[in-house]
């Protein structure tokens, strides 16, 4: 059973940072891709990033790149999403998720986490 648990999430002002933290178990951590999603009410599930199982090779949306910076430490089996000059736009839900296909702009992953709120005042 594999199960993902973030953590990180909060309120924080517009220019302001969070880093939000993926914790995995139940299966072979560094055996496979991770990433985050995000979503609003109303809205469909959005593709952030995505992480292959190495490290090597990192994807980002483009409403993201430059800002986010996601990255993997196998020997803790987590992932993390560092978010910088964050927006309003940026509030949401997000969800780590584990494993699927990935390309450079897209990532169906198989397993999701619950989710943890972030915030952007203006």
């Known amino acids: 059973q594999v199960q993902l648990v973030e953590s990180g999430g909060g309120l924080v002002q517009t220019g302001g940072s969070l880093r939000l933290s993926c914790a995995a178990s139940?299966?072979?951590?560094?055996?496979?891709?991770m990433g985050w999603f995000r979503q609003t009410p109303g809205k469909e599930r959005e593709f952030v990033a995505v992480?292959?199982?190495?490290?090597?090779?990192?994807y980002y949306a483009d409403s993201v790149k430059g800002r986010f910076t996601i990255s993997r430490d196998n020997a803790k089996n987590t992932v993390y999403l560092q978010m910088n000059s964050l927006k309003p736009e940026d509030t949401a839900v997000y969800y780590c998720?584990?494993?699927?296909?990935?390309?450079?702009?897209?990532?169906?992953?198989?397993?999701w986490g619950q989710g943890t709120q972030v915030t952007v005042s203006s």
């Open positions: 998720a584990d494993d699927g296909e990935y390309g450079d702009s897209y990532y169906y992953p198989t397993f």
């Open positions: 139940g299966r072979t951590f560094s055996a496979h891709a």
């Open positions: 992480i292959s199982l190495t490290g090597s090779s990192t």
